[in-house]
């Protein structure tokens, strides 16, 4: 089993920056690809963007290319979604999730592929 614990969502104003972090335990953290998705109430989860294994291949969904960047420390076990230029179609309810992976250099981007995920954090954008 892996544990996945999400922190630092809040309330901040649009333009504003947030960094989430993602926290996991039970497992050698550099065997899974990590994503982070988002989710607002009454519509579908989004993907928001996805890191490999070692770090060396990271994908966005277009909404959040330029604004928002994904990175991990895998001696800490954390992935990092480092949000910048927030906007209020950011609010959302983020979730990290990770999917055991044999290869090191893919992502992957379906949600129903990930193996485990976290309790999500909030992020609200006011404009």
């Known amino acids: 089993q892996v544990q996945l614990v999400e922190s630092g969502g809040g309330l901040v104003q649009a333009g504003d920056s947030l960094r989430l972090s993602c926290t996991a335990s039970?497992?050698?953290?550099?065997?899974?690809?990590m994503g982070w998705f988002r989710q607002i109430p009454g519509k579908e989860r989004e993907f928001v963007g996805s890191i490999s294994r070692e770090g060396n291949k990271i994908v966005y969904t277009d909404s959040v290319k330029g604004r928002f960047t994904i990175s991990r420390d895998n001696a800490e076990n954390t992935v990092y979604l480092q949000m910048n230029t927030l906007k209020p179609e950011d609010t959302a309810v983020y979730y990290c999730a990770a999917e055991l992976h044999l290869w090191t250099n893919h992502i992957v981007a379906d949600g129903r592929q990930y193996d485990y995920w976290g309790q999500g954090t909030q992020v609200t954008v006011s404009s």
């Open positions: 039970g497992r050698t953290f550099s065997d899974f690809i």
